[in-house]
């Protein structure tokens, strides 16, 4: 990493507050060179906090884009961090239409050219591709990093119709807790703890919303790009990483989105900014790529940015199973359009005998994080327990032959015969070693109730073959000679996905399946980066502490009752201390049962604790949260509670518990 200190343009930065149509105002940081001369604005759209959540990650770019010409600003969302205004569900109307409001109060600034762009990654990066497709004026381009064009089934929610147990439960507990946060007084003054009060009084456990709606419905539907690729009308460049699940977004977005208007990048990486250098890497010089994006597209800069493949992606070699690589081995490739013209699908048929898939509930336990951040325990380890559990079928890779390099998303196609009319399958691609080591590669799920479509849930046929057609997330991986390409199904997948009522599993039928892989040709293709660049850091402290840390993951089991728990400690934050005086300390477990006397004891818990402190106001809250998720036949049982304390005195308490019907989930 290199850090960069000397710049085109001197710098300043200031706090102002935007005033919304309705009078509401939303707390934002302005970073601006130095100049007579207007220049574009760079917007940056979320809800974590800028003055102190982001406040690190914020520091590595807006000053670093300013230093280059341009105005880059971040905005917190209505009812978070020190905004004004209550806080509502994710990327509803209310945030969108603010987020085109400051839009286009920044193009109206006189510092401004009248030009905008919007990027981010994750809930940002998601919002600037919302942001878009309501087509303000002043937009030109967007970089949405991690994003998601489909808030059903390509988010944290569900997956081929299945509820995400592990993706849902630990989104909506953050959520839950991130947005009980106060408003901070070294920036709002004395009125921080009346709005605090009034955002406490309008919060509302998420999770409440989110298994309401057990289908693809309108509501999902609200604000997926998806539905309406053609209303983009910026300049797009779709970044994504083989380790994050919003990697399908890229493909889709490179495929739909005009191709004078998009531009697409896949690496390695986790759910990170791919110049941050987590693992794994490598990572590359992402600030220079995107500065000349914004140059070419809102200052009209003639470079050669899209004279760039359409997609540049990453392709690993084989590698050993483990949980955190520092970098991997591969190579970057290119390709002119997708779906690639180098790119040729090839089926391997299935052999053998009807086999029953009947996969104990515990099946699953080695899935790994859902959303890998760059932590130790991030990735999946060896698979060889999780493919004992399963079906597999092992196509091998002759010694003589050349390696099988695949781009893109395998697919599956099933014959199964149920015995029940709920369940579930869930397909894995592994790359077998010749020392038996299995490595994942990609996987995908179905619920039987979603196999006409996410839209609607029709039960399963007892007693009726039907051949099934599955999606596996897109990925890029060479199979080298003398492996075996193996593709595992299982009829449980805990805890990524929740379990259905019945646990007949299903009969599989060889004869009638079979693997498609998305074979590349192999070519010299010739992709170059700068290396990765930054602004100066921030200078957080991160105390040291006599605590022994916790596992990041932990499988506990008790063999009397056969009960298998998943203990774990996402590592959001820990203990740190900002260059303001602010103290933050976050600590969270998350817990994830099931025994293997049957599906319905599959159950969730979060605890939260968030406690921000500035000693020289005398300022100390606390946030205490706990979630919980558990089931029966016919419906879900969640249980949230909230416990806000200034000073050790309780200023905020309540508790919800709520019945929610399966209706597909």
Request: glycine letters at 8%.
């Amino acid at each position: 990493m290199r850090i960069r200190t000397d710049f085109p343009y001197e710098t300043r930065h200031e706090d102002v507050r935007i005033p919304l149509p309705d009078g509401t105002r939303l707390y934002a940081r302005v970073w601006r060179p130095l100049t007579d001369e207007p220049v574009p604005a760079l917007l940056e759209y979320l809800p974590d906090r800028l003055t102190d959540w982001t406040v690190p990650r914020d520091r590595q770019r807006h000053p670093w884009y300013a230093g280059h010409g341009y105005a880059s600003v971040r905005v917190d969302v209505r009812g978070h961090g020190n905004s004004e205004g209550l806080p509502g569900d994710a990327y509803d109307a209310v945030e969108l239409a603010d987020g085109v409001a400051v839009v286009n109060w920044l193009a109206g600034q006189e510092w401004c050219t009248g030009r905008v762009g919007v990027f981010g990654i994750g809930r940002g990066g998601s919002a600037a591709l919302r942001i878009a497709a309501l087509a303000p004026g002043p937009l030109g381009a967007v970089v949405a990093v991690c994003a998601t064009d489909d808030r059903y089934d390509n988010d944290v929610h569900y997956l081929g119709g299945s509820v995400l147990a592990v993706g849902m439960h630990s989104r909506a507990a953050t959520t839950l807790a991130f947005t009980a946060r106060p408003p901070d007084p070294q920036y709002v003054g004395e009125e921080w703890r009346e709005l605090w009060l009034r955002r406490l009084e309008a919060v509302e456990p998420p999770v409440h919303t989110w298994l309401a709606h057990q289908t693809r419905d309108a509501y999902w539907r609200h604000g997926s790009v998806r539905e309406e690729y053609g209303a983009v009308r910026a300049a797009v460049l779709a970044v994504g990483g083989w380790h994050d699940p919003y990697r399908d977004t890229v493909l889709r977005l490179a495929r739909h989105l005009p191709q004078d208007r998009v531009r697409a990048i896949i690496g390695p990486w986790s759910h990170q900014y791919p110049d941050r250098g987590l693992p794994p890497g490598p990572a590359i010089g992402f600030l220079q790529e995107t500065l000349r994006w914004w140059d070419h597209h809102l200052k009209d800069v003639e470079n050669d940015v899209m004279a760039e493949p359409l997609l540049r992606s990453w392709i690993s070699d084989a590698h050993p199973p483990a949980t955190v690589y520092e970098e991997l081995p591969g190579r970057w490739v290119a390709d002119p359009a997708w779906p690639s013209p180098h790119v040729t699908p090839v089926t391997y048929g299935f052999q053998g005998a009807p086999v029953l898939v009947d996969s104990p509930q515990r099946t699953g336990l080695d899935a790994g994080r859902f959303l890998p951040l760059g932590n130790d325990a991030d990735l999946p380890p060896d698979q060889r327990d999780e493919d004992a559990r399963s079906a597999c079928f092992d196509f091998p890779v002759p010694e003589s032959a050349e390696p099988i390099e695949i781009l893109g998303r395998p697919s599956v196609s099933l014959r199964l015969t149920t015995a029940a009319p709920t369940g579930q399958v869930v397909a894995r691609l592994c790359d077998v070693a010749p020392d038996g080591s299995s490595t994942l590669v990609t996987r995908g799920a179905l619920n039987l109730s979603a196999r006409y479509g996410p839209d609607r849930a029709v039960e399963a046929q007892i007693g009726e073959p039907e051949t099934l057609l599955l999606e596996l997330n897109g990925i890029g991986y060479a199979f080298p000679p003398g492996h075996r390409v193996r593709l595992a199904v299982s009829s449980t997948y805990w805890p990524w996905i929740w379990p259905q009522p019945d646990a007949a599993g299903f009969t599989l039928d060889p004869a009638g399946s079979s693997l498609t892989l998305p074979v590349r040709a192999r070519a010299e293709d010739a992709v170059e980066w700068e290396e990765p660049e930054q602004s100066a850091p921030l200078g957080v402290a991160y105390p040291a502490t006599l605590e022994e840390p916790r596992p990041e993951r932990l499988v506990v089991r008790d063999v009397a009752r056969d009960e298998w728990t998943l203990e774990v400690d996402p590592k959001y934050g820990g203990t740190r201390v900002y260059p303001d005086g602010l103290e933050c300390t976050e600590d969270a477990v998350e817990a994830y049962t099931v025994d293997e006397g049957g599906p319905l004891s599959a159950r969730t818990r979060s605890e939260w604790t968030i406690r921000l402190h500035r000693p020289e106001l005398a300022w100390d809250v606390t946030i205490d949260t706990r979630s919980e998720i558990s089931c029966d036949a016919d419906a879900f049982h969640t249980e949230d509670e909230v416990v806000c304390r200034e000073g050790g005195e309780v200023v905020f308490h309540r508790t919800w518990e709520k019945r929610i019907p399966r209706t597909a989930g």
